[in-house]
């Protein structure tokens, strides 16, 4: 059975920092999806990471894949109020983790 | 264009009666996942369906769920029997592709509520 961890599960972090969000997952897989969900609403793509070593930015996000260490991490530079939200990673698609709240505070 | 769309929004029954949820899918979409989520949880899957068919449907808890998609486009989740724990969100998602490897695009989910 694939397991999928996120940590951390709950993160508050002060407008301008850096942190890292990590996922961890327990088979081989080449594929990995990042998701953000906002309160009560559905899943929204972020990134589609597909081999060993892919990195992908959009804003103050970056995910990157690690296939041989079952790793993949979510970064975010210098963190806005609007990126507060959770966000989930998948691994081969229908295997998610339990979602990482994120909090950022003025 | 229209996203993936998911009726009702909310849904409130009692213990013990039959649920119908719907999903459609984006348009030309040939693959259609449905999931469920509890509050504080990620997505659980529940059964994906490529076309017509369930592809894999190993995420059925057991057997009062049962989905169908008879024209491979728009897609019921049926559950028998609600119980107090079937209440959750129902997540429908589609993608353009035929393999459970690719980018799924999300409705917006039903809330489902057994009292």
């Known amino acids: 059975e694939l397991k999928v961890e996120q940590n951390p599960l709950f993160l508050s972090m002060q407008e301008g920092k850096n942190y890292t969000i990590y996922c961890n997952y327990s088979?081989?897989?080449?594929?990995l999806y990042w998701y953000r969900q906002d309160p009560g609403k559905s899943l929204e793509s972020l990134f589609v990471l597909l081999s060993n070593g892919a990195v992908k930015q959009e804003g103050r996000l970056m995910a990157s894949l690690d296939t041989k260490a079952r790793l993949s991490t979510l970064h975010i530079t210098a963190a806005v109020h609007d990126l507060s939200a959770t966000y989930f990673c998948a691994v081969g698609a229908l295997n998610f983790g339990k979602g990482t709240s994120l909090l950022v505070t003025p | 264009g229209a996203g993936v769309s998911q009726t009702p929004s909310n849904k409130v029954t009692e213990k013990g009666k039959y649920v119908e949820l719907r999903c459609d899918p984006i348009?030309?979409?040939?693959?259609l996942y449905w999931y469920r989520q509890s509050l504080g949880q990620g997505p659980e899957f529940l059964i994906y369906?490529?076309?017509?068919?369930?592809?894999?449907d190993s995420g059925l808890p057991n057997d009062r769920f049962f989905a169908v998609r008879p024209e491979g486009s728009v897609s019921t989740l049926k559950i028998q029997r609600t119980e107090r724990g079937d209440s959750a969100v129902y997540l429908c998602?589609?993608?353009?592709?035929?393999?459970?490897?690719?980018?799924?695009?999300f409705g917006p989910g039903t809330r489902l509520t057994v009292l």
């Open positions: 998602a589609s993608s353009p592709y035929g393999s459970s490897y690719n980018e799924q695009f």
């Open positions: 348009s030309g979409h040939t693959a």
């Open positions: 088979t081989t897989s080449d594929r």
């Open positions: 369906f490529q076309g017509t068919g369930a592809a894999d």
